[in-house]
């Protein structure tokens, strides 16, 4: 039984005020809340535990190294991997597909080569490659959205061709909300001597998540929007592809022989490992997962598939407004604007009332170029949101748009 | 806060002054605020040194857009010099270094400055032209 009310008393946060107002938390998808848990997990951490990983022979550096490696293993479990060789603790999403892109793209792509994306992607995933066309001449081509907001699978059909060398893809949107066919392109990614890249910042902390069942040679994801501190963030890599990479950072760790002039490299994940890492952020991951493993990744989609419909129909009745991304087949997040309240008065706006929503880009400027906006507002919700939050934000936006009006003497 | 949205500012945004295209101006200089993006072009033709006409267009939130509004009426007929003061004064102004100047339309951004993600907003359309005052020399 999924108990709502039981699960927001494990997160503190969500007690605060800001000024007289209760905190209605719906920015989920730039960083999620983290629950005692994790903040226990940390703290016990940092408290009993804490030694540089892998090398002393100290009891503190045992039980620390044991901890690292326990949250990987959970970590891997989590996301379907058969082990833990692929597993590679990175920052976020962010340093995982620049990983790839210079470990693999550096080394793998050349001129007459294409790395195939798509028009809705996180700036996450396509300046790391913008940067590893330049070094090697490769070309980028993308696979355009229809109008709503679902990927033109028959243009990718087309595009994905033996030029092609890897597609990449965002699992979820987090502007659209659309759940992508990442199977289907790693299919023809396949299919055609390329590998697939999917980027699951969007999706790991929502949908239950299987790399292997998703056929991908890659999944990235960040740890702190899945109830993990900030700076734990996992890439996960078929051994076999990242056994043939380049490093990626040279430094301790990542090591096995080191000689004034060359050296050798260590195994899987660890050659990608380098200096000492955010070792109680992935401690802290191992405890998001457990958490989120406890709740059932299924039920957690079943909470925020609800939630996500409730808000898209509520919102949906607001005159005038536009909402984004497809219709059905949604994650927990919808994007908006209003005609008469930009996004940014908005969400100023709101913020009076406690309810922090996001407004802008979202790290995201050609698709919403695409759209032909330059900013939207976009409410996110997760695990612990409820129906009276989301109906707290139609009411604020209502509020909102009659004092914008009454001031600027245009009705909303 | 909801001071923030004085009629001033209210006033600027819905009735913008000096908004549009000027083909063939001196300055033409077109500014995204990375942050958000909003983004606003700035026009400028000279008589001489000082400023013959001013425009400015670009979709934002009311606080860049009110701002700009208010810059062309701040900068019109100044000389370059003179120009480049007011935009370095009004930049002083949005991080607390100088006073808003009373009886002044300007007044109304102050309740911007507690709000530091709001700043660059205001501050947008002063920085483009500022860039096409660099550009010209």
Known sequence: MYDVEEIRHDFPILDRRIGDKRLVYLDNAATSQKPRQVLQALTDYYENHNANIHRGVHRLAEEATAAYEEARLKTASFLGAPDTTGL?????????????AYGWGRKFLGEGDEVVLTEA??????????????????KLRFVPILENGTLDMEEAEHLIGPRTKLVGCIHASNVLATINPVERLAELAHANGALMLVDGAQSAPHLPVDVEGLGCDFFACSG????????????????EVLEEMDPFLGGGEMIREVHLHHSTWN??????????????????????????????????REHERRLGEHAYRRLSEIEG????????????????????????DLSQLLDEEGIAIRSGHHCAQPLMRRLGVAATARASFYLYNTEEEVDALVEALGRAREFFGAISGVRP | MRELYTQVIMDHYRRPRNRGEIEGADIE????????????????????DRVADVRFDGRGCSISQASASMMTERLMGKSREEAEKEIQGFKAMMVG???????????????VIQYPSRIKCATLAWTAFQQGLEGEK
């Not at chain 1, 976020?92 to 790839?100: Q, S």
């Not at chain 1, 407004?321 to 940014?344: A, K, M, N, Q, W």
């Not at chain 2, 077109?30 to 606003?40: A, F, I, K, Q, T």
């Not at chain 2, 270094?97 to 300007?106: I, Q, R, V, W």
Request: with cysteine; charged share 20%.
């Open chain 2, 29 to 48: 200089e077109h500014l995204l605020n990375p942050l958000c993006g909003d983004e606003v072009t700035v026009y400028a033709v000279f008589d001489g």
């Open chain 1, 321 to 344: 407004i536009t909402l984004y991304g497809p219709e059905s087949d949604r994650t927990g997040l919808v994007s908006f604007s209003v005609p008469d309240v930009h996004p940014h």
């Open chain 1, 88 to 100: 590679i603790f990175t920052r976020g999403t962010t340093e995982a597909v620049n990983l790839v």
């Open chain 1, 224 to 239: 702190h929007k899945m109830l993990g501190p900030t700076g734990g963030g996992v890439l996960w890599g078929r051994p």
């Open chain 2, 97 to 111: 270094e100088e006073e808003f100047p009373e009886m002044d339309d300007l007044a109304a951004l102050k309740g």
């Open chain 1, 267 to 300: 195994d899987l994940p660890y050659r990608f490992e380098a200096g000492t890492m955010n070792v109680a952020q992935a401690v802290g991951l191992g405890a998001a997962v457990d958490y989120l493993g406890g709740l059932g990744m299924h039920n957690v």
């Open chain 1, 121 to 138: 992607e996180h700036h996450s995933n396509l300046v790391p490659w913008q940067l590893a066309a330049r070094a090697t001449g490769a």
